[in-house]
C-alpha cells in the first residue's frame, strides 16, 4: 500500500470542498426550478379540469328546472267527451289540444287573427295535452269542471324565460316572435310564468321536442350495458390473467396471446364496434340497438385493461405469500385462491374501474351496433332496443333546437355523477377487501 | 428396495472416492468427509441443478438424519439454498430449473413421478429467510396448514393444533390473547416463530430452514436458536446459515459448499475445529467468504 502525502489530501479536500460549494447555489436554483415547472403543470391541469366543469355546470344547470305556464284550463266536455259516454276509450280519445287552445283563447280573448292564434297556440308544449289527458282518466269528474293548472311551457319560450335567447336581437332572427313576448310578459307580471324543477329530464325517454325529451331511457340503457359488460369482463379478465400469469407454461403461444391481448388495448374502439356488427348482430342474430350486444362490444373492448391491470395486480403480490404458502403443502389452485387473489384483488378492481370507465364513456363502437337510433321508450330488458349517456349527448348534439344545448350538457353532468357514484362504489369496495388483511 | 439398493452401492462407491480425494483441485470436486448416516431420513445421490446454463450445484450426495440438525454453510452463490429448495421441490417453481439426481424421503424418491408434490410439501416443511406470515390473523396462519389438508375434524380440534404448534413454537405465551390480530402485526422475530408454528402445524418429518435468522435481532436469533434445538427431538431439520457461530451452536453436522460443489460434511465439532479440505479451513477461519 503507498500512502498518500498527508498534505496533497488536505489540498484535494479544500478543493472539493470549495467545488461543492460554488455548484450549491446552481443546483438549488434548479431544483428550485423544476419544482416550479412541476407545479405549473399540475396547476394547467387543475385549470382545465375547472374549466371543463364551468362551462358544462354553466350551460347544464339550467337543464334541470323547466318553465311552467299558469291557465285557467275549462274541461270542455263537448272536446273531450262529445257523446257523453263517460268511458275510457272515449275520455283517452279526446280533443285535449284543442281543450288548451280555446282556454288559450279565453285567456287572451283580444287575439283574433289566425296567424296570431298559431302563434299564442305555440306558447304551450304539445306535450301539455298528455298531462291533461292523464289528469282526466285519473279523475273523470274533472269534466265540465275549470281549473288553474300549470302547463308545461315550449322549449322556445323556456329558452327567453331562462335568458338563453336574446330578446334584444331583431325580430327576424330569433325564433320567439315580439307578439309572443308581449304575452309572455303580461302572464309574467300576473305571476303566471314560473320555473319549476324539470322532472321530465329524468323521468321520460328521447323525443324530439325538447321541453319533453329526457335521460332516464340512456340511463337505464347505460345502466343495463354496463351491467352486462362487467358480468362478462371482470371474470373472464380476472380468468385469463391468473391463467396467464399462474399457469400457462412459457411457450411460443402464450407469447403470442400476450403480444395479442397487449395490442387488442390499443385497437380503436369503434373497430370492436365493426367486430360486434359482424359477429354478435350478423353471425349469433343478437338483437340490434340492444344493451345486451352493447355490452358484449364493450367487454370486448374492456377486456385487454382488465387483462393488463390484473397481471400486474397478481406480479404484485409478493413470491414469499406464494413460497410460504407452497411451503406447507398448498397446491397451485389453493395459492392462488387462498393468498395470491385475495391480495391482487384491489388492484383488479383498480383495472376493472378503468375500464368499465371507459366503457361508460364509450359511444364509437355503440354507434356501429345502432344503439345511435332515437328510440323514445326507457328500455324494460337487455334486448329492448336503447341508447346509452354518451350517445345521447351525441344526438343532442348535433340537434337543432336551443334546447338541445343545455340537455346535452344537463346530460353531461348525468354521466359524470353516475361515473363518481360508480367510482366510489369501487373504491368502498376496494376499501372492504383492504381491510380484511 | 431397489431405490435403497442402489443407494448402497452408490454410497460405497462413493466412500472410496472421498477416501482417495485430496485438496482443491479445480472442476468437480469430490466431498470430503462422511456423507452418508445410518438410516436416513432423506438421502441425496449425484443431485444437480442447473438454472438454464448455469450449473448451479454439481454431483452433490447428503444423507439427512432423523433427530438431526444439519447446517449448510458456505459463501453466498454456492448452492447451499438451492440445495435445500431441491429437498421439498420448491425449485418446481422455477421454470428454468432442471434438477437431477435421486432425492428419496423414507426410500421413496420425490422426484418419481408419482410423488405428488403437495404430499411431500407437507412432509417436509421449510421455514423462509424473510418472515413471511399471510396476511391474516395469527390463528387462521398456524390453521392454514391443517386446514387445507384436512386435519381437524372439528373447530376444536383446530384450536388444538394450533395452541400446541404456537406453544412447540415458543410462541403461545406472548399471543394467546391476541389470536385474532393480524399475524404481519408481529414483531419480526415473533413472525418467524409464528411461521415455525405454520410449518410444524402440518406435523412434517423434516424441516428446511433457509436462512431463518438473517432479518432478527442478536435476542430474537438466540430464541430461535434454542427453537430449534427443542424442535431436534422431533424433526429432522435442514438449516442453510451465513453465520457460522450460528452452525456451530444449533447443528450436529455441518455441509461446506463451495461453488455448487459440496466440500466437505462432517460433525459440526470436526469441521469447526478440525477441518480437512483446505477450503473448508480457508472458509472457517476467515480466509475468504
Excluded at chain 1, 405549473?40 to 387543475?46: D, H, K, T, V
Excluded at chain 1, 285535449?96 to 283563447?105: A, E, W
Aim: charged content about 20%; hydrophobic content about 45%; proline content about 5%.
Amino acid at each position: 500500500m503507498n500512502r498518500p502525502d498527508p498534505g496533497l489530501v488536505a489540498q484535494e479536500q479544500a478543493r472539493v470542498r470549495e467545488r461543492v460549494e460554488r455548484g450549491l447555489r446552481h443546483r438549488y436554483r434548479a431544483e428550485r426550478r423544476f419544482q416550479a415547472y412541476g407545479l405549473c403543470a399540475a396547476l394547467a391541469g387543475i385549470l382545465f379540469v375547472g374549466f371543463l366543469f364551468f362551462s358544462i355546470v354553466s350551460t347544464g344547470h339550467t337543464a334541470f328546472v323547466q318553465t311552467y305556464i299558469r291557465l285557467d284550463i275549462k274541461f270542455y266536455p263537448e272536446l273531450i267527451d262529445p257523446e257523453d259516454k263517460k268511458d275510457v276509450a272515449s275520455l283517452r280519445a279526446g280533443d285535449f289540444t284543442g281543450v288548451i287552445k280555446r282556454s288559450l283563447r279565453e285567456n287572451f280573448p283580444q287575439v283574433e287573427a289566425r296567424a296570431d292564434l298559431r302563434q299564442l297556440y305555440a306558447l304551450i308544449s304539445d306535450g301539455a295535452s298528455f298531462d291533461l289527458r292523464d289528469m282526466v282518466l285519473a279523475e273523470p269528474a274533472l269534466v265540465g269542471e275549470t281549473r288553474e293548472l300549470w302547463l308545461l311551457a315550449a322549449d322556445d319560450i323556456d329558452q327567453i324565460v331562462k335568458g338563453k335567447i336574446d330578446r334584444e336581437s331583431p325580430e327576424g332572427q330569433r325564433v320567439v316572435s315580439d307578439m309572443q313576448l308581449g304575452w309572455l310578459d303580461e302572464l309574467s307580471t300576473e305571476q303566471r310564468v314560473e320555473k319549476r324543477f324539470n322532472r321530465i329530464f329524468f323521468t321520460a325517454g328521447d323525443s324530439r321536442e325538447p321541453e319533453q325529451a329526457g335521460v332516464l331511457g340512456a340511463l337505464v340503457g347505460s345502466f343495463l350495458t354496463l351491467i352486462v359488460t362487467l358480468l362478462l369482463s371482470f371474470p373472464i379478465g380476472v380468468a385469463a390473467a391468473v391463467y396467464l400469469e399462474e399457469f400457462a407454461p412459457a411457450n411460443r403461444f402464450t407469447d403470442l396471446i400476450e403480444v395479442n391481448i397487449n395490442n387488442l388495448a390499443a385497437v380503436p374502439s369503434i373497430v370492436f364496434g365493426l367486430l360486434g356488427l359482424a359477429v354478435f348482430i350478423k353471425f349469433f342474430g343478437v338483437p340490434r340497438s340492444a344493451p345486451l350486444v352493447g355490452g358484449l362490444v364493450l367487454t370486448l373492448m374492456t377486456l385487454p385493461t382488465i387483462i393488463i391491470a390484473s397481471r400486474a395486480a397478481i406480479k404484485a403480490v409478493p413470491p414469499s405469500i406464494r413460497e410460504a404458502a407452497l411451503g406447507i403443502g398448498a397446491s397451485q389452485v389453493q395459492v392462488v385462491a387462498h393468498h395470491v387473489l385475495p391480495l391482487a384483488m384491489p388492484g383488479m378492481l383498480t383495472g376493472a374501474i378503468i375500464g368499465m370507465a371507459r366503457a361508460l364513456g364509450e359511444s364509437a363502437p355503440l354507434l356501429m351496433i345502432g344503439m345511435v337510433a332515437f328510440i323514445a321508450d326507457v328500455p324494460g330488458s337487455l334486448t329492448d332496443p336503447a341508447t346509452v349517456l354518451p350517445v345521447q349527448v351525441f344526438l343532442w348534439a348535433d340537434s337543432p333546437e336551443r334546447a338541445f344545448l343545455e340537455r346535452t350538457s344537463g346530460t353531461i353532468m348525468v354521466l359524470l355523477a353516475f361515473l363518481l357514484l360508480m367510482n366510489a362504489a369501487a373504491v368502498i369496495l376496494r376499501q372492504k377487501f383492504e381491510r380484511r388483511w | 428396495m431397489a431405490v435403497d439398493s442402489q443407494v448402497q452401492s452408490r454410497s460405497a462407491a462413493l466412500e472410496t472416492a472421498t477416501a482417495a480425494a485430496g485438496g482443491g483441485e479445480p472442476g468437480p470436486r469430490r466431498t470430503v468427509g462422511e456423507v452418508t448416516v445410518a438410516n436416513p431420513v432423506m438421502s441425496c445421490r449425484q443431485v444437480n441443478v442447473h438454472y438454464g446454463d448455469k450449473h448451479a450445484i454439481r454431483d452433490v450426495n447428503l444423507d439427512i438424519a432423523h433427530n438431526e440438525v444439519i447446517a449448510m454453510i458456505g459463501p453466498s452463490g454456492c448452492g447451499k439454498s438451492t440445495f435445500l429448495r431441491c429437498l421439498n421441490r420448491l425449485n418446481d417453481t422455477i421454470p428454468s430449473a432442471v434438477v437431477t439426481g435421486t432425492i428419496t424421503l423414507d426410500g421413496q424418491d420425490i422426484y418419481d413421478r408419482r410423488q405428488d408434490v403437495v404430499q411431500l410439501r407437507a412432509r417436509v416443511g421449510m421455514v423462509f429467510q424473510k418472515p413471511n406470515p399471510f396476511p391474516k390473523s395469527v390463528y387462521e396462519n398456524v390453521a392454514y396448514g391443517p386446514r387445507i389438508h384436512g386435519l381437524a375434524a372439528d373447530r376444536s380440534e383446530l384450536d388444538e393444533i394450533v395452541q400446541t404448534s404456537l406453544q412447540r413454537a415458543g410462541l403461545w405465551d406472548e399471543v394467546k390473547d391476541r389470536l385474532d390480530e393480524p399475524g404481519t402485526a408481529l414483531s419480526g422475530g415473533q413472525q418467524q416463530r409464528l411461521c415455525i408454528a405454520r410449518t410444524i402445524a402440518v406435523s412434517p418429518e423434516v424441516i428446511l430452514m433457509d436462512e431463518p435468522c438473517s432479518a432478527l435481532d442478536p435476542i430474537a436469533t438466540a430464541r430461535i436458536e434454542d427453537l430449534i434445538d427443542e424442535l431436534r427431538q422431533n424433526y429432522a431439520i435442514g438449516i442453510v446459515t451465513h453465520s457460522m457461530q450460528q452452525a456451530a451452536r444449533v447443528s450436529q453436522r455441518t455441509a461446506y459448499f463451495h461453488l455448487g460443489d459440496l466440500i466437505e460434511v462432517g460433525s459440526t465439532d470436526m469441521i469447526f475445529t478440525n477441518p480437512k479440505h483446505r477450503l473448508t479451513e480457508d472458509y472457517i477461519t476467515g480466509r475468504f467468504g
